[in-house]
């Protein structure tokens, strides 16, 4: 059975923070790289961070130097630190496993951030 549960969204204004994290059960997190997808409004789901079981990082251009993904594999959990936020980060954020053949068919409910003065 794939879970998925994010958290840690909200409103925030130009240039601060959030943290966000993403509970996954363990039969998926210790299979897979995680990553975090973002929705923005009216837009396509985007992959904007990967973090590969051994620790190892790859970041979308739009968030490179600002997030940072992380995870903990003791608590099958993967984190995004998002800092000097804009805007344009506003999104529905949701954590997957990103395979060559495409994310799990399975989402979360996401968690919605929203970056605005």
């Known amino acids: 059975q794939v879970q998925l549960e994010e958290s840690g969204g909200g409103l925030v204004q130009p240039g601060g923070s959030l943290r966000l994290s993403c509970a996954a059960s363990?039969?998926?997190?210790?299979?897979?790289?995680m990553g975090w997808y973002r929705q923005p409004p009216g837009k396509q789901r985007e992959l904007v961070a990967i973090?590969?079981?051994?620790?190892?990082?790859n970041y979308a251009d739009s968030v490179k130097g600002r997030f940072t993904i992380s995870r903990n594999n003791a608590k099958n959990t993967v984190y995004l630190q998002m800092n000097s936020l804009k805007p344009e980060d506003t999104a529905v954020y949701y954590c997957?496993?990103?395979?060559?053949?495409?994310?799990?068919?399975?989402w979360g409910q996401g968690t919605l951030v929203t970056v605005s003065s």
């Open positions: 997957n496993a990103p395979r060559r053949e495409g994310p799990l068919d399975e």
């Open positions: 363990e039969n998926i997190f210790r299979i897979y790289a």
């Open positions: 973090v590969t079981s051994g620790g190892i990082t």
